[in-house]
């Protein structure tokens, strides 16, 4: 088409008929055009090529020249239908090539501005995401709610936040739009996806100590009070959307206004009662405790995860018993507990993952006969207490006897573990393979805390913890570039990968928790970095949330420290970071803790809230306009995220003491033991 407009420019100024070459060279052809031109209009003659590859045009006039948009539209294409059939077809084909091959630089146009442009816009203020309408909108975006009218009513932080707008133009904001203006709404298939707009956001190539000082403001203008209602809101919010089409069920799929059974044994809301408790919401908890009583039973035939209802029901019943002193939690944690030890009658004593909590039977994977290190070595905390609780021994010996083996296995690489045991015979599988993310993680996690739930009497266990994480320092710890960050890789078959799991962000809060139980200080100092590390996972995303997985870049003149896969670009409401956040502010002390947490809550707001109720897991981190929602919102965002956000704004040391309480992997508080036990 340019090149058209540039020979009507030609037949502006020409009087005499002349022959223009027009060489194609990505077609391997030369049109020659014959162009008569007078200064009065034009009509168009063409006369058949002489040769295949050549037009002979005419063009004559009496009228005065017309050089309208119009006539330019219409000319140009009849001039593009004189060209041959081949000819479209390589010019079509030439102007596709170059578009396939401008696409990254046009990507990372858009995306961010080049490092140069970077360092003379340190001190602007930052440019917000607007989210368009995602695919299939099927209503009208109704008013906000007064619920949000509320949540504007106490005013976020203004958040100097360097935010990207997709497409050609940046719109500069120094402060939140004002209280009562509408929101942005992403409609997805009827169901509604909330947006603010204040997200945090980090630009490739900033150093550390300009994207802290970006956020230095965060929750410091907030009060306490402000800060803790924010939570609040958002559980109400999420709970409000499982009453309303979940109720009973495991989880909320909240575009969908539906739900997914796992176990059929209302995960979500068990795994919410010691949250509820804890942030005061007193009538939700009545009716979740109403629910339990009457309507939860495990007698059922079905088969269930020995891990997670461990964790999640076990742990959740118990936790809620301590808190509540009602003995209805802890008679169905008796019972739970008895129907899961059934998993435990294995050759090695290894127990099976999976349990038919009505038929009292126990199997593995119908795929293997392994177990996952982690599954097996996490579910201490939870049957020590049942025996404690009960005075039945059995539950404690049991699980004792998994980690009385995995201390003596051979495999082992300076304490660190592989990611299977067979529950045949007892020993480590597919080894050579060393990673602190999915599969192995927790095992860590629950050395510590063992240590610390029995007084600090159980030296064997201290010894496995102190000698696992030299191994990490040793092993798995390495910089990346160009930012210098701290993170935990992983090792297989000697050969190192940076890759870092958003499960491997409870470590930084491990690490300070034993730092406070009189620990060696450099495992606090480790933990400040990964801390740093694991919000860097957050704000390096274009819309402020974490992947799943990311990749480190370890060579030197990389532009950015962070890498990730298409594959591994999802959000599933995970507490990892936000939970070390916690533990680093309750030691600590400092509040630039409290402000990264509330960034991230803010970003849960904007990009995963579900107006109709609940809060939705995302496919696409990297694309603040399109995050693919996923319809579905893990048990844990109520039992972990939130009740750790919470405690993170709290000030109150006394609000499940770190002295008095230990957390197993899924947030529920249990007592450390009385030293007289």
């Excluded at 510590?448 to 092993?475: F, R, S």
Aim: net charge negative; with cysteine; charged share 25%.
């Amino acid at each position: 088409m340019g090149i058209v407009h540039n020979i009507e420019n030609l037949t502006a100024v020409l009087s005499t008929a002349v022959t223009v070459p027009l060489v194609l060279d990505y077609t391997g052809c030369t049109s020659n055009l014959t162009l008569n031109a007078e200064y009065k209009g034009c009509v168009t003659d063409m006369h058949p090529p002489s040769r295949q590859d050549y037009i002979s045009i005419s063009l004559a006039g009496q009228g005065t020249y017309n050089n309208g948009k119009q006539w330019r539209r219409q000319s140009c294409w009849r001039k593009w239908k004189q060209l041959s059939r081949l000819q479209r077809s390589l010019i079509l084909l030439f102007l596709f090539m170059c578009g396939i091959a401008s696409y990254p630089a046009v990507t990372e146009h858009l995306r961010g501005l080049t490092d140069g442009e970077r360092s003379t816009e340190s001190n602007s203020v930052l440019r917000p995401i607007f989210p368009q309408v995602l695919p299939e909108p099927v209503k009208p975006l109704p008013e906000q709610s007064s619920q949000k009218e509320l949540s504007n009513k106490r005013g976020p932080p203004i958040l100097q936040n360097r935010l990207q707008k997709k497409g050609n133009g940046t719109v500069t904001v120094e402060e939140k739009k004002e209280k009562g203006e509408e929101e942005g709404v992403i409609s997805w298939r009827g169901a509604l996806v909330d947006t603010d707009k204040d997200t945090v956001e980090a630009k490739d190539g900033e150093s550390k100590d300009h994207l802290l000082a970006n956020h230095k403001s965060g929750s410091s203008n907030q009060s306490e009070a402000s800060l803790l209602e924010a939570v609040k809101d958002a559980f109400r919010h999420a709970w409000q959307g499982y009453k309303d089409f979940a109720w009973g069920h495991d989880e909320l799929r909240p575009l969908s206004k539906s739900y997914s059974e796992w176990f059929g044994l209302g995960l979500t809301l068990i795994d919410a009662l010691d949250t509820m408790w804890i942030l005061g919401l007193k009538e939700e908890f009545e009716e979740a405790r109403t629910w339990v009583a009457t309507e939860l039973t495990f007698n059922k035939n079905v088969d269930v995860n020995l891990f997670e209802s461990t964790i999640r029901i076990l742990g959740g019943l118990l936790s809620t018993y301590h808190l509540t002193g009602d003995t209805m939690f802890l008679d169905k944690a008796k019972d739970i507990g008895s129907r899961l030890m059934p998993a435990f009658n294995t050759p090695s004593k290894i127990p099976y993952s999976d349990v038919n909590i009505g038929k009292g039977t126990a199997h593995p994977p119908r795929w293997t006969s392994d177990s996952t290190v982690a599954e097996v070595t996490s579910i201490q905390l939870e049957f020590r207490e049942l025996s404690r609780l009960t005075q039945d021994p059995q539950y404690q010996d049991a699980v004792a006897e998994v980690m009385k083996q995995v201390h003596k296995l051979d495999g082992k690489l300076d304490g660190l573990v592989p990611m299977f045991i067979n529950t045949n015979n007892g020993q480590f599988t597919h080894q050579g393979i060393f990673t602190l993310g999915a599969r192995a993680d927790s095992y860590y996690e629950y050395l510590l805390k063992q240590w610390i739930q029995g007084g600090k009497k159980e030296d064997q266990l201290l010894e496995d913890y102190v000698q696992a994480i030299e191994g990490v320092k040793k092993n798995l710890l390495q910089k990346s570039s160009p930012n210098g960050l701290t993170f935990v890789g992983e090792l297989s078959h000697g050969q190192f990968s940076p890759k870092m799991d958003h499960l491997v962000c409870f470590l930084p809060g491990t690490l300070a928790l034993g730092a406070h139980h009189g620990l060696p200080a450099d495992h606090m100092d480790l933990a400040k970095q990964l801390m740093e590390t694991c919000y860097q996972m957050y704000i390096q995303m274009e819309t402020g949330l974490s992947p799943e997985i990311v990749h480190f870049n370890m060579h030197e003149g990389s532009i950015r420290d962070i890498d990730v896969k298409l594959a591994d670009r999802h959000n599933l409401l995970r507490p990892e970071t936000v939970e070390s956040l916690f533990y680093l502010y309750r030691f600590t002390k400092d509040h630039k803790y409290q402000d990264w947490g509330w960034n991230i809550l803010q970003n849960f707001n904007k990009y995963t809230k579900v107006s109709s109720g609940g809060y939705t897991s995302i496919n696409n981190v990297r694309d603040p306009d399109y995050t693919s929602p996923r319809d579905k919102m893990e048990s844990f965002f109520l039992g972990e995220t939130l009740k750790y956000l919470y405690l993170l704004f709290s000030d109150d040391p006394s609000s499940i003491s770190l002295d008095e309480y230990v957390f197993n992997t899924e947030a529920h508080p249990l007592p450390i033991w009385p030293s007289t036990a």
